[in-house]
């Protein structure tokens, strides 16, 4: 297989399978050069063709508390007093600013995943029926 840019999920197939077959070729070698080529060319393939969208900032907040053994009252001095640390554990408050800044900070969150909109509260905005325009009165104008 000539290494090329890969456009089409048959294409992919191909790669994959090449690089199966040559997979414990030594670095350094021509087929080890191939190997890291054909990688490379998969990679940038998939993150296109299967973007992964970020976590919403709730779960990366219970992931966190998960690796690090951490209960809700432990992220106290993050987001304050225990209820607001239930309200938004629970998705009825929206991190703010300084919450946010403190949990990259702190639980080292990644800050393009904290200040991203909650799913619960995308969910109410878009469940949010439009406003209504008044229109004016007859002869008011």
Do not use: N
């Amino acid at each position: 297989m000539k290494p090329k840019v890969i456009k089409t999920e048959a294409e992919h197939k191909a790669a994959l399978a090449r690089i199966d077959s040559i997979f414990d070729a030594r670095p350094g070698t021509a087929k080890g050069d191939e190997l890291e080529l054909l990688l490379l060319l998969v990679e940038t393939f998939e993150e296109r063709a299967y973007p992964i969208d970020p976590p919403d900032p709730i779960d990366a907040v219970r992931f966190r508390m998960e690796q690090q053994g951490l209960k809700p009252k432990d992220l106290v001095s993050y987001i304050g007093s225990k209820s607001k640390v239930s309200e938004v554990l629970s998705g009825r408050r929206p991190l703010s600013l300084p919450m946010i800044r403190r949990l990259v900070a702190g639980l080292h969150i990644p800050a393009e995943v904290a200040i991203r909109a909650t799913t619960a509260a995308r969910a109410r905005r878009a469940s949010r029926k439009p406003r209504r325009r008044r229109l004016p009165a007859a002869g008011s104008r």
